[in-house]
């Protein structure tokens, strides 16, 4: 069974398509480690966790999320078609010009997510040197 949702991809338009109703499919097309975010009652994005940091794709509310993702509904546990209002409501959402900021965004928080980086390396760096040198005295 095929089901009518909405894909939305860094950089580029919502989309409407229609994919099978499978979770097997959903994750050869999106990756593995899934996540759901509640959009409305039966409403739901699906996303993976396993994306790189410079994926900026859209905000919701505060929150970033990365990487391409599925808007879809789920009923009784049942993955079934988008309704026309809600295709017209996420669409409409998700537009692209409404979410100019990103750009301004992605390089604030790449630089962010790279220092932090590097200052957890350092710290472990240092948590090892300690480790070592107990082991050794």
């Given amino acids: 069974?095929?089901?009518?949702?909405?894909l939305v991809m860094p950089g580029k338009e919502v989309q409407t398509?229609?994919?099978p109703a499978s979770i097997k499919f959903i994750k050869s097309f999106?990756?593995?480690?899934?996540?759901?975010?509640?959009?409305?009652?039966?409403?739901?994005?699906?996303?993976n966790r396993d994306v790189n940091i410079e994926e900026i794709n859209r905000f919701?509310?505060?929150n970033i999320i990365l990487g391409t993702f599925l808007i879809i509904s789920i009923k009784n546990n049942r993955r079934v078609s988008l309704k026309k209002r809600e295709i017209r409501k996420f669409t409409n959402m998700?537009?692209?010009?409404?979410?100019?900021?990103?750009n301004i965004y992605k390089n604030?928080?790449?630089?962010?997510y790279y220092t932090n980086q590097?200052?957890?390396?350092q710290k472990n760096a240092e948590k090892n040197k300690k480790e070592i040198f107990n082991i050794a005295a």
């Fill in 30 to 47: 999106i990756g593995e480690n899934l996540y759901k975010i509640k959009l409305s009652e039966n409403v739901f994005i699906i996303a």
């Fill in 17 to 19: 398509i229609k994919i």
């Fill in 108 to 112: 604030e928080c790449v630089e962010e």
């Fill in 1 to 6: 069974m095929k089901i009518k949702c909405l």
């Fill in 60 to 62: 919701i509310g505060n």
């Fill in 118 to 121: 590097k200052i957890m390396k």
């Fill in 94 to 102: 998700f537009k692209l010009r409404k979410h100019k900021k990103i």
